[in-house]
C-alpha cells in the first residue's frame, strides 16, 4: 500500500490502521500530489490510498496522472468531503474507490480488501452514488 496524505498526523493514524492488519504492508508514503506519482512509478504498490485535497496537485490529478502511467493502479480517493461529486469525480478519472476520513477503521480495512479484490468501493456514508 502506497498512502499519499500532506498532513502529518493523518499518516501516522493511517500508518497505525494499517500496521494492525498483517496481510498489508505499508510500502511508501507521499506528502505530496507529485510525491504520490513518482512513488506510484517507482513502487507499483497493490493499492494506492490518495488524499484528495493536496497542493499544488491535487489527489484529483494526481490519481489521473497514475492511471495514465498505470492503467491497472487500484487507487482509493480519500477525503474529508461527503458530497457524492467527489466520489463520482475520482472514479472518473480511474479511481477504484473512495472513503471519507470520518469512515471506521473497520470501513477503511473493508475498502482496501475490497478494491484488492477488483471491486469498486464506496464508502456506506455517501450511500449508492455509482
Not at 507529485?34 to 488524499?51: G, H, N
Not at 457524492?84 to 482496501?112: C, D, H, M, R, V
Amino acid at each position: 500500500i502506497l498512502m499519499a496524505h500532506d498532513n502529518v498526523d493523518m499518516r501516522e493514524t493511517l500508518r497505525l490502521l494499517l500496521s494492525r492488519v498483517e496481510k498489508f504492508q505499508l510500502v511508501g508514503e507521499a506528502s505530496s500530489g507529485m510525491e504520490a506519482i513518482a512513488l506510484a512509478k517507482q513502487l507499483s504498490p497493490d493499492i494506492i490510498l490518495i488524499d484528495i485535497n493536496m497542493a499544488p496537485i491535487n489527489g484529483f490529478e494526481a490519481t489521473r496522472k497514475i492511471v495514465k502511467q498505470n492503467p491497472d493502479a487500484k487507487i482509493i480517493g480519500l477525503s474529508v468531503h461527503k458530497q457524492p461529486s467527489y466520489a463520482k469525480n475520482i472514479l472518473s478519472l480511474g479511481a477504484k474507490g473512495y472513503i471519507t476520513k470520518s469512515s471506521s477503521q473497520k470501513e477503511i480495512i473493508l475498502a482496501i480488501n475490497t478494491v484488492a479484490e477488483g471491486k469498486e468501493y464506496i464508502c456506506k456514508e455517501l450511500g449508492d452514488v455509482l
